[in-house]
């Protein structure tokens, strides 16, 4: 057959194959088209979970009665004009195919109102993009897009629609996340002419966070960290949940760029990194985040329903992400109470490094069962500088009198006892604190271990037959590249020829790893996000076997000095919440707590 132009109706058709996968889809080009008008409140009506109806109706800027037939033409839009502005997008739609698309598939009738008309008009459009007849309505200012009979002209793609509830169920989920991306703006909706949810915009902080809790739940208020950093022209605000509070399922996962919902691989593996050593094994992390920079540091015209987005500086906003949710895990301390506060601002004077290593050369010759506490009752007196003021002198804590008057009971109080040589039972200024011993010891020793990992120079050893590693030239030539990066880590790697690698030394720490596939890994990392954690990762394993070795196991009676040492040492170590596999480390029994549990005032 010879060359020939498709027929509009087509084309729209074909390009809403790639727009429109299902009644969802419709509804967020519809919803973000309302929010790139401006409106403060949206209103969306489903009826068959989309099938039969979709209406979205908003309170926004409108359109000119002789804009609407280019509307609902492929590729018109009033977003964008240059090359320029491509480059700088700013609002949610850009392309110009969604109502072209959506009514090649579908019966599209769109009414419309400006501020200074004196009427709206509506148009219908069948996806030919002719013969528009423009007629009067009531309307008032803004617009409404009313699409019925989805895939009425396409039956194959409606048979691949899952059930009614399915269907709905993702719209749902939809414009519950696009009310978090925007508080200032009311959703309403409606399903069979029942209303399942009315957001009312939130301008207040209370509000917000009420939005929060009906989309999120009230327990991940109470569980979550509010974030505000900013570096490098970047800035991250928004919550994330404590390690303890995390789910089996990503699907509490949000994650905005310029107020666009995204799903980015490079995004995933900075929260993956950051949550690395205090997650239990399975588990997924629950953040809510919003991530704003230059938009033209970011390409969001990489995908047909702007769902990714690229990154012009991948290893920055990598990096970024990875410190700034590393940094507000880890200043998460006893004093800190899990719920929604203000953390980690720049520049935060507040948070605090692990306390300095002492001498831990006899460590690997120390026998797990004769493992003594790295911390003396001695040095507890020292940098406990208030011992001159209402706390009384060790040894022994003993007198617990009136120390719930002093403003310097510490957030982890005075061990009481320690329960089945297992449990540290202690009393606080507001309640009752229980430590699982070996969990608190075996995180407050790891970070003990990385600190001086991190801060000496790496130990390596030469190996006395150089292993080749076969790779692609573009591995080879990221190596050479990065010869600095391996040598800070403990690697010796030089390029022996185009696509061969020559390791001629590993760090000590990795004697027993497989420095080949290690490596291998450590370069597509390299290739994917700019940077690889690898190395530091299998270090941290090694470090953690270490720790939890060298902690002090259960069966084993502390006296009282030895408890309190450990309590101190809890309040100034990073993550201490968690232990090294990410089980907790202590709980909190509040005076409420226990009044509720002997029915106390009622």
Avoid at 373 to 386: G, H, I, N, T
């Amino acid at each position: 057959m010879r060359i020939h132009a498709l027929p509009p109706q087509l084309i729209n058709q074909i390009a809403a194959g790639e727009v429109v996968e299902r009644p969802a889809s419709v509804v967020k080009e519809l919803v973000e088209n309302s929010l790139d008008a401006g409106a403060k409140n949206i209103q969306i009506e489903i009826e068959q979970s989309g099938i039969r109806l979709i209406k979205i109706r908003d309170d926004g800027s409108g359109i000119v009665k002789e804009d609407l037939s280019l509307a609902l033409s492929r590729h018109a839009t009033s977003k964008i004009s240059s090359l320029a502005d491509l480059e700088h997008i700013s609002s949610m739609g850009f392309r110009g195919e969604a109502l072209p698309s959506i009514s090649s598939i579908a019966r599209l009738t769109l009414i419309s109102r400006t501020a200074d008309s004196d009427c709206a008009w509506r148009v219908h459009a069948d996806g030919h993009e002719q013969n528009f007849d423009c007629q009067p309505d009531p309307h008032p200012q803004g617009t409404t897009v009313e699409v019925r009979d989805l895939f009425y002209n396409m039956p194959a793609r409606r048979k691949f629609l899952k059930s009614e509830k399915t269907e709905f169920s993702h719209i749902e989920t939809l414009i519950r996340r696009m009310a978090l991306s925007r508080f200032d703006v009311s959703f309403k909706l409606t399903h069979n002419q029942r209303e399942v949810c009315h957001l009312k915009a939130a301008d207040s902080e209370a509000q917000q966070l009420q939005r929060l809790a009906s989309i999120c739940g009230r327990e991940f208020i109470e569980q979550a960290v509010k974030i505000d950093f900013s570096a490098s022209d970047l800035h991250l605000s928004g919550w994330v949940g404590l390690p303890t509070f995390s789910r089996s399922q990503q699907d509490m996962q949000y994650f905005y760029v310029n107020g666009r919902l995204i799903k980015d691989a490079l995004v995933a593996h900075a929260v993956k990194q950051a949550y690395q050593d205090v997650l239990f094994h399975g588990r997924h992390p629950v953040f809510v985040l919003y991530l704003e920079l230059n938009p033209a540091l970011v390409d969001v015209n990489a995908h047909p329903a702007k769902s990714e987005v690229r990154f012009r500086e991948g290893r920055l906003v990598h990096d970024f992400l990875f410190s700034a949710l590393y940094r507000c895990l880890a200043n998460q301390r006893p004093a800190s109470q899990p719920k929604v506060t203000l953390a980690n601002k720049e520049n935060d004077e507040s948070i605090r490094t692990a306390s300095p290593l002492e001498d831990w050369q006899s460590y690997s010759q120390t026998p797990a069962t004769q493992v003594t506490l790295p911390f003396q009752v001695s040095e507890l007196q020292q940098s406990y500088s208030s011992f001159d003021r209402d706390i009384p002198d060790l040894p022994g804590f003993k007198n617990l009198e009136g120390l719930k008057t002093t403003d310097n009971f510490p957030p982890l109080g005075y061990a009481l006892a320690h329960l089945h040589n297992i449990y540290i039972l202690s009393e606080t200024k507001t309640g009752l604190i229980l430590v699982d011993t070996h969990a608190a010891h075996e995180r407050v020793t790891y970070e003990r271990l990385k600190l001086q990992y991190q801060q000496g120079q790496v130990p390596h050893q030469p190996l006395l037959l150089p292993i080749k590693i076969a790779v692609t030239a573009h591995e080879a030539d990221l190596a050479e590249q990065q010869q600095v990066f391996f040598a800070e880590l403990g690697f010796e790697i030089n390029q022996l020829a185009p696509e061969t690698l020559l390791v001629r030394a590993i760090p000590v720490l990795l004697a027993k790893a497989n420095p080949e596939k290690l490596i291998r890994d450590v370069l597509a990392d390299m290739a994917m996000y700019g940077v690889s954690s690898r190395i530091q990762q299998y270090s941290n394993q090694v470090l953690a076997k270490m720790a939890c070795h060298g902690s002090v196991r259960a069966g084993r009676r502390l006296t009282v000095d030895e408890m309190n040492a450990l309590l101190r040492e809890m309040e100034k170590t990073e993550r201490i919440g968690q232990c090294n596999h990410g089980r907790p480390t202590w709980i909190e029994l509040s005076g409420t707590d226990l009044d509720r549990f002997f029915l106390r005032g009622q």
